[in-house]
């Protein structure tokens, strides 16, 4: 039977030649509002859009026959994945069509600010000839600091290492020895912003990565350090940057995505050391028909039953094997992302150890939730069974799974291992009758229950009076606990405190807890 397909915004025409050479039956019908396509899409396969269609639950449910979903771009955002997910429905996205254009805008508003290209073309088509103001520098020899060395981050490396520039980078999610081959040195955001001449960003938005860029980190950099956006908006601080400039203690920006889009009036658009583009990075029209080809060929393979490299929801896997790990898939999810926020240095090994009856399935499902949890907080990849070993051997990650029997106290775990510079940090979880527990944390046997907020963990020595003057403290600040429990080999020796609190503490409240006496560390973890 043939495929019907309905393309729902504009897309290269390139793209649908690809689906109508797969015998595809392709109709674009844009602008179609969500009362349209409700009364539309029960007869088509599959949808493709861009950003501007909003695939809605009402629509996704409407749509009967519907088996796969393609996104011409990185964005998910107008699609309701769960619903997706609820029907069985595969979303997929064409993540690296633009990695490329976005580099290469990068490194156009880098000479950009460098040359003063902007300010001297309007100054000259307004009648001044002033070579004299608009005296340049060269980047050759310069630093340049990126922030996330992620796809584009690389490939923006690359041509900046062709400029003959040194670059750094400060990516903890990123092996050493993919950096080195990269031509980069790994170094701390502090050390980043002081260093560079160049700071470019390259990280997704996400919980972790918001404001990362603010008053305290612009003032670590040079007065004539220059920074560059073509990211997100959200993570640098307008405002703090717009002092800066105002205050001379930086020397300009370029600014491709904002906090709030599109906008047309801004402070920052006033002030001639900053440059600005309307969301460029992806506007070139071999990016829109790469995404547009990269989105056809996935959502062919889909509809040949054949995995799709850029899936952001369901696992294909047999229902038998997901219908058992499914209630670990949380375990493992929480495990990931409670052990990436309590390791500190460069993320190195990471090993994963089944244990049990689960180790006796497949378990690249419960590996790709894994992984999820431990990108995060500094990225917005969609992580799953048919991209995780994709997702690890781009950014350098070396996995080593293992497997065994049932523990001696729990019948599956789940233990993931970081290894940093810095030292091991492990975290076991399992499944419970309310949901996953964290039972380990380093060698400390603990019990972490099913619950929003934050944990408070914290070594110590195991003293009568160290819970008391923890709680007391936390009163003090008004922070509710939840839950407590600690864990601990021998009597008045070293113990794990862990504490679920309502809210987060600040770094000077920490700072407070740390203050402690007998408290050897305290890490906060959001959960």
């Not at 350090?225 to 990211?231: D, V």
Request: proline residues 4%.
């Amino acid at each position: 039977m043939t495929a019907r397909i309905l393309v729902c915004d504009p897309i290269a025409e390139e793209g649908i030649e690809v689906l109508q050479r797969f015998g595809a039956e392709v109709d674009v019908r844009t602008g179609l509002s969500s009362d349209q396509l409700c009364k539309t899409v029960d007869s088509y396969d599959a949808l493709i859009v861009r950003s501007e269609t909003k695939l809605t639950a009402d629509v996704i449910r409407a749509a009967g026959k519907l088996q796969v979903i393609g996104r011409a771009g990185i964005g998910v955002d107008n699609i309701d994945i769960d619903t997706a997910t609820e029907k069985g429905v595969v979303v997929v996205n064409a993540p690296t069509g633009n990695v490329i254009s976005a580099a290469e805008h990068t490194i156009g508003l880098m000479l950009a600010l460098a040359r003063n290209i902007p300010q001297a073309s309007v100054s000259l088509k307004g009648g001044v000839w002033d070579r004299q103001r608009f005296m340049g520098t060269e980047v050759r020899g310069k630093t340049l600091g990126i922030i996330g060395l992620g796809q584009v981050g690389s490939e923006v490396a690359r041509r900046a290492r062709g400029l003959e520039m040194r670059v750094i980078a400060h990516d903890p999610f990123v092996a050493e020895e993919r950096a080195r081959v990269l031509g980069v040195e790994v170094v701390s955001l502090e050390e980043l912003l002081r260093e560079s001449d160049y700071v470019s960003v390259h990280a997704s938005l996400t919980e972790g990565t918001k404001r990362l860029i603010g008053e305290a980190e612009v003032r670590l950099m040079k007065p004539t350090a220059r920074i560059i956006n073509t990211a997100r908006g959200g993570i640098i601080d307008e405002e703090a940057l717009h002092r800066a400039l105002e205050e001379g203690r930086i020397g300009g920006a370029a600014l491709d995505v904002f906090e709030t889009e599109p906008l047309t009036e801004h402070s920052l658009f006033a002030d001639d050391r900053v440059i600005v583009t309307p969301h460029l990075g992806a506007a070139t029209a071999e990016a829109q028909e790469r995404v547009a080809i990269d989105v056809a060929e996935q959502v062919m393979a889909v509809l040949r039953g054949e995995p799709a490299a850029y899936a952001v929801n369901a696992p294909l896997i047999p229902p038998e094997t997901y219908s058992f790990l499914a209630p670990y898939l949380p375990v493992a999810l929480k495990t990931g992302s409670i052990a990436v926020q309590l390791c500190e240095g460069q993320l190195g090994e990471i090993e994963i150890d089944y244990t049990g009856d689960i180790a006796h399935h497949d378990v690249t499902p419960l590996k790709a939730a894994v992984v999820r949890g431990l990108l995060a907080p500094v990225s917005e990849e969609h992580v799953n069974v048919v991209n995780v070993d994709i997702v690890a051997q781009r950014r350098g990650l070396g996995i080593t799974e293992k497997r065994g029997p049932s523990h001696e106290l729990y019948a599956n775990l789940i233990s993931v291992r970081l290894s940093t510079k810095a030292g091991d940090t492990t975290v076991s979880g399992t499944l419970a009758h309310d949901g996953p527990h964290i039972v380990l944390i380093d060698e400390f046997w603990v019990d972490v229950p099913p619950t929003e907020g934050y944990l408070l963990v914290c070594e110590n020595q195991d003293r009568p009076g160290m819970i008391g003057a923890i709680g007391t403290l936390l009163g003090g600040f008004d922070v509710n606990i939840s839950f407590m429990n600690v864990g601990r080999h021998q009597k008045r020796g070293r113990a794990l405190m862990v504490i679920t609190t309502d809210e987060a503490l600040t770094p000077e409240q920490m700072k407070a807890v740390r203050d402690v006496p007998d408290i050897f560390s305290a890490k906060l973890v959001r959960l």
